[in-house]
Structures are given as C-alpha cells and as structure tokens.
C-alpha cells in the first residue's frame, strides 16, 4: 500500500505497511513518522513530486496509542 505524504511542498508518494486496520483508524508499522502530513483523499490531479500546500494546519497530525511507532 502506499499514501502521499507532504515533504517542502510537494507530494510523495510513500510505501506504507498496515498490520491492522478497522472502521475508523489504521495501524501503520512503517514508511510514515509521527507528524508527516498525509493527503488523505488526494484525487486524480495528486502525483508525486507535484507541488500542494497543506490545510487544516489546527487538526492533530496523529492520533491513537500506535502513533510514532
């Protein structure tokens, strides 16, 4: 699975591992750092290395007991 992350204002797209998931949160074990920025509905127009801007900047960038591992 992969996800695009923000890094200096462009998009990434980066190879993530998921052990276990469920209706509402995933739990990531790797390819994702507590507070990388995700896209988290990133359309068609998102490519990577294309330049975005990041929004909602007063939202927690991560939450849950599995942050940052």
Same mark, same amino acid.
């Given at each position: ?8 204002? #462009?998009?990434?797209?980066? #190879? ?46 991560? #939450? ?6």
């Amino acid at each position: 699975m992969a996800v695009f992350v923000v890094e200096g204002g #462009r998009a990434r797209l980066r #190879r993530i591992t998921v052990a276990d998931r469920n209706g509402e949160e995933a739990w990531i074990t790797a390819g994702l750092h507590a507070g990388e920025r995700v896209i988290q509905y990133p359309g068609d127009a998102v490519s990577d290395g294309i330049r975005v801007r990041a929004r909602g900047a007063d939202r927690p960038l991560m #939450r849950g007991a599995h942050a940052g591992r």
